[in-house]
C-alpha cells in the first residue's frame, strides 16, 4: 500500500537527480574578442597591464567567461536545463542564488576578432544543505569553451548555491529595533611620533622608528633616541620576519570588543627590536615561545589597520595588492565582466534577498586574482588556472586586501617555469576569496 497516487509530482531529490549530465543552451560569444571590452575591464580591475594586451592582441586570461555572459536583456537561446532547473528551484522556493566556487583552466590566450562559445553541463546537484544564507543545494556544473573551430580555448568548474532567502518583516511599517552598537576596538593615541607607524600599517608595511644619529632601532616611537639622545628620529622598513619572544593569553577581564580567551604576544624583528601584537592562524594553545612569525596586516575596523603575526610559512610573497571597494566599483566591475544580475548593483534588490548591500560578482573577484598574479608574474607569462572559492563578501565601503605566496615553482611543460601560487582575499569581515593560481613564467635570457 502506497500513500503516492501516480499522478502525483515526483518528490524534488527524484527531480533534481533526473538534471544531472543534461547541458544548457550554448552560448555564443554576442561580441568578438575585442579590445574596447578588454580595455574597459583592464580599467575596472585596476590591470596595469592594458597596454600590453592592447599591444599583443590578446585577452586577459580571466576574462573568460565574461566573453559568453549573457548580458543585458537575453534573448531565450533555446533549449536550456540549467535554466529549467533554476526555474524549478525558483518554484520551490529556493529563489536566491549566489555563485561560490569556480576554476578556469586557460588552455590558450585569446585572440583579439575571434568567437568563442561555451556550453554548461550539470555534474551534480548537492543534498539539501544548511549555510549561512539559508537552506538550499549546491549546483555544480562545467562548462566547454570552444573556438569558431569547435577546438577547446577553456574549461571551467563552477558551483552555485540556490538557497531560501531569509523570511523577511511582514510590514515594512515596523521599524526593526536598533542593533546595540558594537563596541569598537580602543584607538590608539597616534601622535606626531607615532603617525608614520599606523600611516605605514594601512600601506601593509611594517615601519620601525630608527634614530638618524646613531642608525639604533626603537619601539614604541619616542621623540627622542634612548641611545644617543639625538632627536633626529627617521624610520625604517622592516622585513616583517621574527619570533616569539614572550607571550600571554588573556581570559579575563573581559573588555570588549576583545574576546577571551586572546593572545597578546611580543615578537623580537629579526633586525632585533621587539613589537607587541597578536598571532592569528594558530590556536592559542599551540604558541611556543622562539616560534618564527611573518607580519600580516588586518583591517580591525573601517579605517584602522594593524600588524597581526602569523606563524612563518617561509614562502616567497607576492606584493598586497589593496582593492577600494566602493559603491562605483561594485557596479563597474560588474558590468566590466557583463554581469547585470541586480544583486551587484541594486541595493534594494540585493537587501530583498536577504544581503546586507549590492556585493561584487564572482567573475570580479576571479579577474582580480588574474590580473593579481599576472601583474607580480610580469610580461611574458601566461596564466594558466585559476580557482577560487567565495568566502564573505565584498560589500561596497570595505577595502579587499589580497596576498598570494608561492607554492611551487618546476619547470613547465611546454618550457619555462611553473609556479603555483596560493592567493587569498580579505576585507574587514574576514575572507572573501581564497584559491590557488597558475602561471608560466618565460624562461630566464641568460646572459652569453
Ligand atoms: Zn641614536
Excluded at 560569444?29 to 590578446?58: F, H, K, L
Excluded at 641611545?227 to 600571554?248: I, L, N, P, W
Excluded at 610573497?317 to 548593483?345: E, G, M, N
Excluded at 601560487?421 to 584559491?435: E, F, M, Q, W
Aim: hydrophobic fraction near 40%; charged fraction near 20%.
Amino acid at each position: 500500500m502506497t500513500t503516492q497516487k501516480p499522478q502525483d509530482t515526483p518528490p524534488l531529490a527524484d527531480r533534481l537527480a533526473s538534471f544531472i549530465g543534461r547541458k544548457g543552451a550554448t552560448l555564443v560569444s554576442p561580441d568578438p574578442v575585442n579590445a574596447a571590452m578588454i580595455r574597459q575591464w583592464c580599467v575596472a580591475m585596476d590591470d596595469p597591464a592594458a597596454p600590453e594586451y592592447a599591444a599583443s592582441g590578446t585577452a586577459p586570461a580571466a576574462m573568460l567567461q565574461v566573453w559568453t555572459m549573457p548580458g543585458w536583456k537575453p534573448k531565450p537561446s533555446g533549449p536550456d536545463a540549467v535554466a529549467e532547473l533554476f526555474a524549478l528551484l525558483d518554484a520551490e522556493g529556493y529563489s536566491s542564488i549566489v555563485a561560490t566556487d569556480s576554476e578556469q583552466d586557460y588552455l590558450r590566450p585569446l585572440q583579439l576578432g575571434e568567437t568563442i562559445s561555451a556550453t554548461k553541463t550539470i555534474d551534480t546537484i548537492s543534498d539539501e544543505k544548511k549555510t549561512g544564507l539559508g537552506v538550499g543545494y549546491f549546483v555544480t556544473t562545467h562548462i566547454d569553451i570552444v573556438d569558431a573551430k569547435g577546438d577547446s580555448v577553456g574549461r571551467q568548474l563552477h558551483r552555485v548555491l540556490k538557497f531560501r532567502p531569509p523570511v523577511q518583516a511582514a510590514t515594512a511599517a515596523v521599524a526593526p529595533a536598533p542593533a546595540a552598537p558594537q563596541a569598537r576596538r580602543p584607538r590608539p593615541n597616534v601622535t606626531r611620533d607615532i603617525a608614520f607607524y599606523f600611516e605605514a600599517a594601512r600601506e601593509h608595511r611594517l615601519l620601525i622608528q630608527q634614530c638618524k644619529a646613531c642608525g639604533s632601532l626603537q619601539h614604541p616611537p619616542w621623540p627622542s633616541c634612548a641611545k644617543c639622545g639625538s632627536f633626529d628620529m627617521g624610520h625604517q622598513a622592516m622585513s616583517g620576519r621574527g619570533e616569539v619572544y614572550s607571550f600571554t593569553v588573556v581570559h579575563s577581564p573581559v573588555v570588549a570588543p576583545f574576546k577571551p580567551p586572546y593572545n597578546v604576544v611580543l615578537v623580537r624583528l629579526e633586525e632585533g627590536v621587539n613589537v607587541i601584537s597578536e598571532i592569528r592562524g594558530v590556536p592559542n594553545d599551540q604558541i611556543r615561545i622562539g616560534m618564527q612569525v611573518e607580519v600580516d596586516f588586518v583591517d580591525v575596523d573601517a579605517g584602522m589597520v594593524l600588524p597581526v603575526f602569523r606563524p612563518a610559512t617561509g614562502r616567497e610573497k607576492l606584493p598586497p595588492l589593496i582593492f577600494p571597494l566602493d559603491r562605483s566599483t561594485i557596479v563597474a566591475t560588474a558590468l566590466a565582466t557583463r554581469d547585470y544580475q541586480p544583486v551587484h548593483h541594486d541595493p534594494d534588490y540585493a537587501r530583498a534577498g536577504g544581503s546586507k548591500d549590492t556585493f561584487m560578482n564572482i567573475l570580479t573577484s576571479q579577474g582580480l586574482v588574474g590580473r593579481y598574479v599576472t601583474q607580480w608574474a610580469g610580461s611574458g607569462a601566461v596564466l594558466k588556472r585559476t580557482a577560487i572559492r567565495l568566502g564573505v563578501s565584498n560589500y561596497p565601503g570595505d577595502t579587499m586586501v589580497m596576498r598570494g605566496e608561492v607554492v611551487s615553482r618546476k619547470p613547465a611543460a611546454g618550457g619555462g617555469e611553473e609556479v603555483d601560487i596560493a592567493v587569498r582575499g580579505s576585507n574587514s569581515l574576514g575572507d572573501h576569496v581564497t584559491g590557488t593560481a597558475v602561471v608560466v613564467l618565460p624562461t630566464q635570457e641568460k646572459n652569453p
